[in-house]
């Protein structure tokens, strides 16, 4: 048998197959327990039975065929037919659930992050009054506010997805020292862990740079662009006058 997890996530590792015939002749039909004065005989049945299809279209139709010769032969629905088919688009439609998930919950770290970037250049804005006054009376234009602060509310963002794409080069190799860690000295521990964790593999692709730096931007111009705006409205002769 293949070494590795079905989809449903059945660990394959301890399984072993034998013909049914060869079962029947060494073992019986029967298993035998020690109990208290004796023993116990239980009568095995077959629980399970897979079929391999070698034609991967006639897999919906191999299935209503089984199902169709059950109904003639067990009037009662103790049996239910799993079709990998339907396993696959459950594993699909929960992977694009949990995607949408990561989905959402990006958006509201980064809606909540722009909010706070935001609040700290209304405050930047307040304390540089009369700066942006100043700069006003010396002849610059409001896009010229606009550009100044716009600038730098998409450094203070950059740095933060520069850092942040920092920290997640930094994980990768410490992800593996983990593993590294889990496999040598604590066989055990790894050994017990599900394979679809064993199976994780951290990497870094060298396009998602690109595109953390992107998302930082455009942040960093969303909501940037009404503090920057106010900077701009202010009337020269009234920022002069602020303390």
């Given at each position: 048998a293949a070494?590795?997890?079905?989809?449903e996530g059945r660990d394959y590792n301890a399984d072993v197959y034998i013909p049914l015939p060869t079962f029947r002749a060494r073992i019986g039909d029967q298993v035998f327990t020690a109990k208290a004065g004796g023993r116990e005989g239980e009568i095995i049945q077959l629980n399970q039975i897979t079929v391999t299809v070698a034609d991967i279209d006639q897999v919906e139709q191999t299935a209503d065929l089984i199902k169709t010769q059950l109904e003639r032969f067990h009037k009662t629905?103790?049996?239910?037919?799993?079709?990998p088919k339907e396993l696959l688009r459950q594993a699909e439609m929960l992977q694009m659930m949990f995607n949408?998930?990561?989905v959402v919950i990006a958006g509201i770290s980064l809606v909540v992050g722009g909010i706070?970037?935001?609040n700290i250049m209304l405050a930047t804005v307040t304390e540089r009054t009369r700066e942006i006054g100043i700069r006003r009376a010396l002849g610059a234009k409001r896009r010229d506010i606009i550009s100044?602060?716009?600038?730098e509310t998409v450094v203070l963002t950059g740095t933060g997805g520069a850092l942040g794409m920092a920290c997640g080069w930094l994980c990768s190799p410490a992800?593996?020292?983990?593993?590294w860690m889990l496999q040598n000295w604590f066989s055990d521990v790894w050994k017990s862990l599900p394979l679809h964790l064993q199976a994780v593999e951290p990497m870094f692709a060298a396009w998602s740079f690109f595109v953390a730096f992107g998302i930082s931007v455009v942040v960093g111009v969303a909501f940037g662009l009404y503090p920057a705006r106010r900077a701009a409205m202010m009337d020269p002769i009234e920022a002069l006058r602020h303390e």
């Open positions: 070494i590795g997890s079905s989809l629905p103790e049996y239910a037919v799993v079709v949408a998930l990561l706070g970037i935001m100044q602060f716009l600038a992800t593996q020292g983990v593993r």
